[in-house]
């Protein structure tokens, strides 16, 4: 398997523009996390999908973000408009379902986003 | 609120020797614990998970500690070497499900 794809993996944008990040989890993984990291605030969990339904979405910062999860193989996080305290280092991460919650999450690689 | 506390911050070591990482949290009620590595550059990977009725977990060269009634967690690593360099994060998790409590990691260097 090829694990968790993300793209892109660097993104350089302008304040004000739209930004989709992607994520394809690994396949059979009824769970997907989105998570921001910055040197700041360390890794932040915005949002997690169960069976392509989203479950919490406290995380997410304010309206400007929001996920979606159209089918078990693709998920994106949109940005719109962007500012430049978005600029962070962006992670989609799956897990399986096993019975009771202690499970791990696979990690992608990331999309590095600085917006100017 | 929720907290969880890493220390040290930042740590040095020699090559193959041993060092001891820290975990303390205030999250309840408890779940699970977990520790994750992160290389420069890369997402985390799970190192070990443990819930409310573990002690101990290895991995490798790693080994989770968890002491639930002072709430506190370590990972000891053996016998370091290069490759350890890298950011340990400590996660907790409460019992109601996926709520996440993350530690800001401590930044290890392993020099030759």
């Known amino acids: 398997d090829a694990g968790v794809i993300q793209s892109p993996r660097h993104e350089v944008t302008e304040m004000g523009q739209e930004v989709t990040l992607r994520c394809k989890p690994i396949?059979?993984?009824?769970?997907l996390f989105w998570y921001r990291q910055t040197m700041m605030r360390g890794l932040e969990l915005l949002i997690y999908f169960n069976n392509n339904v989203p479950i919490d979405d406290s995380g997410m910062p304010e309206d400007r973000f929001s996920a979606k999860m159209p089918n078990a193989s693709f998920s994106t996080l949109k940005i719109q408009p962007s500012e430049p305290r978005d600029s962070a280092v962006y992670f989609c991460?799956?897990?399986?379902?096993?019975?009771?919650?202690?499970?791990?999450?696979?990690f992608g690689p990331g999309t590095r986003l600085l917006v100017l | 609120k929720n907290q969880v506390e890493q220390s040290p911050q930042s740590l040095i070591i020699l090559e193959g020797k041993n060092c001891t990482l820290q975990?303390?949290?205030?999250?309840?009620?408890?779940?699970?614990l977990r520790w994750y590595k992160q290389d420069t550059g890369r997402g985390p990977v799970s190192l070990t998970i443990?819930?409310?009725?573990?002690n101990t977990k290895s991995n490798g060269r790693y080994t989770a500690t968890l002491d639930a009634d002072t709430k506190q967690s370590s990972l000891h690593i053996t016998a370091s070497q290069l490759s350890d360099s890298a950011s340990y994060i400590c996660?907790?998790?409460?019992?109601?499900?996926?709520?996440?409590?993350f530690g800001k990691g401590t930044s290890l260097l392993v020099t030759p």
């Open positions: 991460a799956s897990s399986p379902y096993i019975q009771g919650l202690a499970e791990t999450q696979y």
């Open positions: 396949s059979g993984h009824d769970y």
């Open positions: 975990c303390n949290y205030t999250v309840s009620p408890f779940s699970n």
């Open positions: 996660v907790v998790s409460e019992d109601s499900g996926y709520a996440l409590n």
């Open positions: 443990m819930t409310f009725s573990e």
